[in-house]
């Protein structure tokens, strides 16, 4: 959140930054037990599922509790600077990084499945 450039403050919820940190918590404990101390696949999905669940309900509540108070005499100036991305631009970004990662597993799979079988000892 603090790398977020802007003209302005965040004036934050105390109560519901509370509220977020005791989400995570017993949620990711619960979530952990139940994966460390399950024997099924359908209870480790399940605790898989309540950690994703945790992760959100933490996030949106802390999202919650932070107001961003605008302090600029311009508040339609876009931001400028070095690691500004502009929104516009931020999927284009995503997709050619995913596909770029994509392509390069893809090579090193290739490149391990030609590569020859070691002999054996």
């Known amino acids: 959140m603090y790398g977020m450039r ?5 004036d934050w919820s105390i109560g519901l930054v509370g ?6 918590i017993v949620a990711a404990i619960a979530a952990l037990w139940l994966a460390f101390n399950t024997n099924t696949w359908l209870a480790r999905g ?14 949106y509540t802390g999202m919650a509790a932070a107001d961003l108070i605008c302090t600029t005499a ?3 100036k876009l ?5 500004v991305i ?12 995913a596909l770029g990662i994509a392509a390069l597993l893809a090579v090193q799979q290739l490149v391990q499945r030609s590569a020859p079988a070691p002999a054996p000892a």
């Open 6 to 10: 802007f003209g302005g403050r965040f």
């Open 19 to 24: 509220l977020s940190v005791l989400i995570a």
């Open 46 to 59: 399940g605790a898989a599922l309540l950690m994703g669940v945790a992760v959100c309900a933490m996030h």
């Open 74 to 76: 311009y508040r339609s």
């Open 79 to 83: 931001p400028r600077g070095f690691g």
């Open 86 to 97: 502009s929104a516009l631009d931020l999927p284009a970004l995503v997709i050619t990084l």
